[in-house]
């Protein structure tokens, strides 16, 4: 039976209303907190979000604040803390449930994944990361334009043109309203601040982990982020290489899906 998908808000600790997704499936046996990266939105996860609900595991996804349909202070966040403690506010409303959370950052979504698993004090029952922007490729590894203002005047750091050359990328990402088209300097200089010195961060981490890369990741350096993930002292831990380009949850979905839920159906309890 196919899931439902409901459209909620949360109020984050400031009473900003964080727009966010659900893929409910009827006996949910695990949740999957899905994180968006720079440029997108929940409804770029719906493939994943509604596959893995099908196979019994609910599925949040927040919209970043000022992105998708969070439309205040557009393209623009205060800070880095800020932005956790949004993420924080989503995960709070996800223990209600009591089922295990998995924590699953794509993109630049896995940067803020990482730091929050930082903070983490044993609630996550694990950390995927998914085309992880952790180190750019060479092409994109170059100075922010980065400030004080809110407004969003700066072209993100992240060109659609690399996430998929399917049809996808004319039929829905080109035209997506909700596609986020400038940010402000001051989110560049958090993006600019969640990169640094990651991975030393990432070495910290201590949650079981799953990596899915990208082959033709134009994006992504894959081979340092492999590198990385050999040294990670955590167990278990997996890495998968799809056929795909950056945005893997356009090129290859089911894959994507199968792999997740086969991580998390082995960590239940």
């Not at 409910?24 to 990266?37: D, F, K, N, Y």
């Not at 800020?82 to 896995?110: E, K, R």
């Not at 990169?195 to 949650?207: F, G, R, V, Y």
């Amino acid at each position: 039976m196919p899931a439902q998908v409901t459209h909620i808000r949360i109020a984050a600790t400031d009473a900003y209303p964080l727009a966010v997704t659900l893929w409910e499936p009827q006996q949910p046996i695990a949740t999957a907190l899905l994180v968006h990266g720079v440029v997108s939105h929940a409804q770029w996860l719906d493939a994943i979000g509604a596959g893995l609900a099908a196979r019994g595991i609910r599925c949040v996804a927040p919209d970043r604040r000022g992105a998708g349909r969070n439309g205040i202070a557009r393209g623009d966040a205060p800070d880095c803390r800020t932005l956790l403690d949004d993420l924080h506010c989503v995960i709070q409303h996800c223990a209600d449930t009591g089922l295990p959370l998995h924590l699953c950052g794509f993109c630049w979504g896995a940067n803020c994944a990482v730091h929050y698993a930082l903070t983490d004090s044993g609630g996550l029952a694990s950390l995927c990361l998914l085309a992880p922007s952790l180190f750019p490729a060479a092409a994109l590894r170059r100075p922010l334009s980065s400030g004080s203002s809110a407004l969003a005047t700066e072209a993100p750091p992240t060109p659609v043109e690399l996430f998929t050359r399917g049809p996808q990328y004319r039929e829905f990402i080109l035209p997506d309203p909700l596609r986020l088209r400038a940010v402000s300097p001051r989110f560049n200089g958090i993006l600019q601040q969640m990169s640094q010195m990651l991975a030393a961060k990432c070495l910290k981490l201590t949650q079981p982990m799953l990596l899915l890369l990208a082959q033709q990741d134009a994006m992504v350096d894959n081979a340092a982020t492999e590198k990385l993930f050999a040294r990670l002292k955590v167990s278990p831990k997996q890495l998968h290489t799809l056929p795909a380009a950056h945005g893997i949850q356009f090129d290859a979905p089911q894959r994507v899906t199968e792999l997740l839920a086969g991580w998390i159906g082995s960590l239940r309890p």
